[in-house]
């Protein structure tokens, strides 16, 4: 059953006839600007997202689970709460409990499955268990010197993990419980408890695949928090869809045998986190699991017998395989929250290629062992073909936090005060195919929209090919050099970074290094104005503008100025080693994007992502704002050869700098 969900009709009901609707100035980007979910300050996590069809209504909701303590992360208390959307992700009704407060629930993630009748019918996994629970004769205080202090309160469980079931579009969750066992393996058997407790942690929503439901899990070794040797591990119960009392389900622990994934290197040996796919239709037992580590690189392992057993794990690179082994570019990400999932196929697609989506932090920074870098999630778009092999696109930002960070304060530890940006995002497609996703700063849970038009150009980023128009203010060629009026283009004044604008500025090159260094400059486009600001006269000038030059690295960098201080300067990492001084034609795009105070750098095809460094974009200044930029200078002093130049007054998108390069070489 396919249910369009209601739009808001009334919206613009007050409107005059004939008067434009109302044009929203909020980017959609900012954190801020999703609407929120519920705020009650304490601590959310693990907030997840359904469409369900709504029998009473007559129309689809949004349903979202989350759990929440009114203290912090891994705190006493935690309980696990259902909410719904009845208007699209604008209003959310109060918090339900799931469960009783006796013991803790945490770590819910619903699973949507339609019945046979056509009816829609919700799962809903988690974790229940008494909070901090010492082994056996040991002082239960964390003044004990016995054991490693028990910080959190959401890692221990007896039993396994639990499930209920809602049959009225998460309305309610039923009276009773249902165990899914866990097997106990070498890593349960050797911690405080000897297995009598486990430590586990559950961060993937189930997904159904081959008709079998599958979850990842990490466990963790001394259930006291993501601590280092965590494994990974995968829950399936091929018969839980079909039977008529779930009781009767059956539950597989994967891989088979007594260890788990776990990390290709990094000190902490960890498998944090972890997610598990299908990767396509045409191969069903091919499954592909990704978790975080604290290296700066995301761990990666395919199996190809339903989980049973894995090939050796790697770190993941844009190819979808090892380095060396056909990967060439890391996907880089600290040990932060990312969220892969399917996409939907389009109702006439037969070609067997799967599409995913997943947000990501896109650095590699490593500092407090791995809890840094969250201010900035980057979305990327993956495709599997009939090899078996999800390759993924360049991202584009998603979705950025510019407020109070808290990562900077004194009582900072790994355990908890980890919340500098969004993170824990789950996704959802719409009945009318909108994407959508709910995320938190662990202070407050926000539903947010993807731009189609975002979508759109990730989805087709691999073959793509044109010159944008849309704010294009100058198009200057060394071909019609000899043009009027083409020889000295007018530049535009670019817009003021503090309004949430921004620019590009894309050259199109070639040259060999020793002539580039001996004369470098290849745009200059600065002022030279009065430094009065409303005040009496002054001889005093300022010069405000940009210029792009190349360094004595041989990179290409970009410096801005707005004469009274605010500046920056921002330079490829990676041209030197990608050849660019190599005698061919090659396009770099400088993006400055205002809205999350980000400035990128795509070289021919790729996003630049710093090489050996642990990022390849950077933040500017706040401040940074008006910089003219409409006295032009091309190639005033340049040893190589400049043969295109473009500006453009907004930001354009990592894509659209890709097709530009792509449509150039062409």
Known sequence: MIVRMDSDSSRFADAPAGFAPFASRVDPRDVKAGSVVSDRNGYYDSQNIVAVYDKELGAAVLSVVLHHSENREGGPGLQLFGTRSADNGKTWSPLVPIDSPDRQSHDGYQLLHRMADGSERLFVFYGWNHGSQYPPGAEATEASDSLTPLRRTDMQLDEGYWFRVSDDAGRTWGSQRYLVPVRRTRIDRDNPWGGE??????????????????????????????????????????????????????????PIGDVGL????????????????????????????????????????YSNDAGRSWGDPFWLTYEGLPLGEGGH????????????????????????????????????????????????????????????????????????????????????????????????????????????????????????????????????????????????VVDWSAHNAGNAGNAAP??????????????????????????????????????????????????????????????????????????????MRHATCVAVASRIWDGDDHTVSFIVDGGPKVVSVVLDERLDDGGAQPQGWAFHSRELGEISGSELLVAPDFGGELLRVLVYDRPLLTTEAIVLARSLRT
Not at 214 to 233: H, I, L, N
Not at 457 to 469: C, E, F, G, I, K
Not at 500 to 507: A, K, L, M, P
């Open 490 to 567: 007018r530049g535009a004044v670019l817009p003021d970074l503090r309004s949430g604008g921004g620019f590009t500025i894309t050259v199109r090159l070639s040259g060999q290094l020793r002539s580039a260094l001996d004369h470098r400059v290849l745009l200059s486009a600065f002022s030279n104005v009065t430094a009065a600001l409303g005040e009496e006269p002054t001889s005093k000038r300022t010069t405000k503008g940009y210029e792009v030059s190349v360094t004595d690295d041989g990179e290409i960098e970009l410096f801005i100025t707005d004469g009274f201080g605010a500046q």
């Open 262 to 301: 776990q990390a290709p290197g990094g000190q902490l040996c960890l498998g944090e986190e972890p997610h598990v796919l299908a990767v396509n239709d045409r191969l069903p037992a091919r499954l592909f699991s990704l978790w975080r580590a604290e290296t700066g690189q995301l761990a990666a392992a």
């Open 329 to 472: 570019h890391l996907i880089k990400n600290p040990r932060g929250s990312i969220t892969p999932y399917r996409l939907r196929a389009a109702p006439d697609s037969d070609s067997g290629v799967a599409e995913f989506v997943m947000l990501f932090y896109n650095n590699g920074r490593t500092d407090r062992l791995g809890y840094t870098g969250r201010r900035v999630y980057w979305i990327t778009v993956g495709r599997s073909g009939d090899d078996g092999v999800i390759t993924w696109s360049q991202p584009e930002i998603a979705l950025y936090w510019d407020g109070q960070g808290f990562e900077e304060r004194p009582d900072w530890n790994a355990d908890w005060a980890i919340v500098d940006g969004p993170g824990y995002p789950d996704w959802v497609e719409l009945p009318d195919g909108t994407l959508a996703y709910v995320e938190s700063n662990k202070l407050a849970v926000r539903y947010h929209e993807v731009e189609p038009r975002l979508l759109q150009y990730l989805r087709a980023q691999h073959t793509l090919s044109l010159v944008p128009s849309e704010g294009k």
């Open 197 to 254: 407790t486990m430590g586990m942690f559950l961060c993937d929503k189930p997904s159904v695949i081959d008709g079998a439901v599958y979850m990842a899990f990490q466990k963790t070794r001394d259930g006291a928090g993501e601590t280092p040797g965590s494994e990974v591990f995968f829950l399936r119960s091929s018969n839980l869809l079909h039977v008529s009392d779930l009781n009767d389900a059956v539950w597989e622990t994967l």
